[in-house]
Antibody, heavy 119, light 112 residues
Framework: EVQLVETGGGLIQPGGSLRLSCAAS????????MGWVRQAPGKGLEWVST???????YYADSVKGRFTVSRDNSRNTVSLQMSSLRAEDTAVYYC?????????????WGQGTLVIVSS | QSVLTQPPSVSGAPGQRVTISCTGN?????????VHWYQQLPEAAPTLLIY???NRPSGVPDRFSGSKSGTSASLAITGLQAEDEADYYC????????????FGTGTKVSVL
């Protein structure tokens, strides 16, 4: 059974940094495509990034240059390093599994972790 | 900036049929990219409802169906049930930005 568990959310001041992790089970993250999607309170879904199986990662313009995805194959986890955080980054962050980097669906989702950027 | 536009809300009585539209442009749906649909129940993560325009993952009732034509797609729910009250999102890909995944604006379905 595929499972995704996000951790690392919390309250952080504007300009600060935070690292989210997504622990996967039931499949190998290095063989699949992994995405991050966020949802601001009361708002819709916003794509953040997709990491391809070859290791390349693509980011939404809103986070490019501030967010970085890394993969730890030994722990079967994917991490989202967020820096220069802004109030508008406040959201629930979901990691999700897909099978391609184009128009493929996100088949499996984690439960999400809440990030609040506030002073 | 490319967007996938959905109506903010639709409603129907139990047993009725409701449809949700998802309108894009020539760089996403009109370019032939597939559309997928997600259901998000209150206080829960999204789950995949329809993939590749018309296909239902295992376990999704056949009350849910999808279609796509040109720059638009639709999700239909027939025999509306109270448990269908949720937010629904379409998703596709946009060729105007490398790697860019697009989500629709979202639709709240209310069961009267």
């Amino acid at each position: 059974e595929v499972q995704l568990v996000e951790t690392g959310g919390g309250l952080i001041q504007p300009g600060g940094s935070l690292r989210l992790s997504c622990a996967a089970s039931g499949f190998t993250v290095s063989s699949d495509y992994m995405g991050w999607v966020r949802q601001a309170p009361g708002k819709g879904l916003e794509w953040v990034s997709t990491t391809y199986s070859n290791g390349n990662t693509y980011y939404a313009d809103s986070v490019k240059g501030r967010f970085t995805v890394s993969r730890d194959n030994s722990r079967n986890t994917v991490s989202l390093q967020m820096s220069s955080l802004r109030a508008e980054d406040t959201a629930v962050y979901y990691c999700a599994r897909t099978y391609c980097g184009g128009d493929c669906p996100f088949e499996n989702w984690g439960q999400g972790t809440l990030v609040i950027v506030s002073s | 900036q490319s967007v996938l536009t959905q109506p903010p809300s639709v409603s129907g009585a139990p047993g009725q049929r409701v449809t949700i539209s998802c309108t894009g442009n020539s760089s996403n749906l009109g370019a032939g990219y597939d559309v997928h649909w997600y259901q998000q129940l209150p206080e829960a993560a999204p789950t995949l409802l329809i993939y590749a325009n018309t296909n239902r993952p295992s376990g999704v009732p056949d009350r849910f169906s999808g279609s796509k034509s040109g720059t638009s797609a639709s999700l239909a729910i027939t025999g509306l049930q109270a448990e269908d009250e949720a937010d629904y999102y379409c998703q596709s890909y946009d060729s105007s930005l490398t790697g860019s995944v697009l989500f629709g604006t979202g639709t709240k379905v209310s069961v009267l």
